[in-house]
């Protein structure tokens, strides 16, 4: 059975930078595309970034340029650098895995995520 653990979240400035972390367990991880997701209050849950098992990466456009997804397979382990980060960028953050064409997919289970909140 899949775990997914985030963690990273906080409190942080407009402008200011956070790094995400998913540590993923019951599944052979270098194998499978994974992906940051993000749900804001009141929204739906939506996919910001992905990547595949061969390191392809893909963004939303309003992630592009300010957030860096990478993995590291050794650890079963996922990262999201978020840079510039905005008022926007609030959200609860979670990870799980991406399509083949690194589009939004699941393990049918979702962690408990990380609350990242952008405010001055």
């Known amino acids: 059975q899949v775990q997914l653990v985030e963690s990273g979240g906080g409190l942080v400035q407009p402008g200011g930078s956070l790094r995400l972390s998913c540590a993923a367990s019951?599944?052979?991880?270098?194998?499978?595309?994974m992906g940051w997701y993000r749900q804001a209050p009141g929204k739906q849950r939506e996919l910001v970034a992905g990547i595949s098992s061969g390191g392809h990466t893909n963004y939303a456009d309003s992630v592009k340029g300010r957030f860096t997804i990478s993995r590291d397979n050794a650890k079963n382990t996922v990262y999201l650098q978020m840079n510039n980060l905005k008022p926007e960028d609030t959200a609860v953050y979670y990870c799980n895995r991406v399509s083949y064409l690194l589009g939004p997919s699941t393990f049918g289970s979702w962690g408990q995520g990380t609350q990242v909140t952008v405010s001055s």
């Open positions: 019951g599944i052979i991880f270098s194998t499978y595309g």
